[in-house]
């Protein structure tokens, strides 16, 4: 995810390792936070595969003044950017916050591509929403279930947990919490879409008008 935003970032122009540092922890931030200690050593690898290049420069531009370097991305370095944009299948646990991270960026790739991102991501939202659904419908069902057998069989219901009503109310309640903050999710990717989509149209429309 670091390598990604720090091409990412370059992508605008040349940042020294500073600006850089101060932006990923700013979008990480609050309380995550990524140390000089574990930045550099990064940077440091990604110049020699490549990606990136430095130049020591001053701040004031005088003779004397303490160097900084100063980062640029390189053609390889574009190209690893546009592999891990396009990248879906990597980290699929942290994707929510990549493809946040992902949108900031929008602006680097075409129309084609964010479109097939964001419908990526749509699925990827209402994977989420069914599977948090079907798991509260199970676990209802399951305490009817174990419920009933310890009326009607209680010797067989023995061994099977039996959660009271305030649990399962917790339990119900927070796993519909999930719901919802993956239906908002949900309906912020749909609304993107329709902008890219408005978006993609009106400029296909304007070239189609100067030919």
């Not at 690893?80 to 602006?107: E, I, N, V, W």
């Not at 964010?114 to 929403?129: F, K, P």
């Not at 659904?133 to 039996?162: C, K, N, Y």
Request: charged share 20%; proline share 4%; with cysteine.
């Amino acid at each position: 995810m670091y390598e990604f935003i720090i091409l990412a970032q370059l992508m605008y122009g040349p940042a020294h390792g500073y600006l850089i540092a101060k932006i990923i922890n700013d979008m990480i931030g609050p309380y995550a936070r990524l140390s000089y200690g574990r930045l550099y050593p990064l940077m440091a690898k990604m110049e020699q595969n490549g990606l990136i290049a430095a130049e020591s420069k001053a701040p004031g531009g005088q003779k004397g003044d303490r160097q900084m370097r100063v980062y640029t991305i390189t053609d390889a370095g574009r190209i690893r950017f546009h592999h891990l944009m396009s990248d879906t299948t990597s980290s699929p646990g942290d994707y929510q916050k990549l493809f946040t991270y992902k949108t900031c960026y929008f602006a680097f790739i075409t129309p084609v591509e964010r479109l097939r991102l964001i419908d990526h991501y749509i699925n990827y939202c209402q994977a989420h929403v069914f599977h948090q659904q079907t798991e509260a419908e199970d676990l209802v069902r399951q305490v009817a279930e174990v419920e009933e057998l310890a009326r009607e069989a209680p010797q067989l219901a023995h061994g099977f947990p039996r959660l009271d009503a305030n649990s399962v109310e917790y339990i119900v309640s927070t796993m519909q919490h999930t719901i919802d903050q993956w239906q908002f999710e949900l309906d912020w990717a749909r609304s993107l879409r329709e902008r890219e989509a408005a978006n993609a149209t009106r400029a296909g429309a304007e070239a189609a008008s100067q030919r």
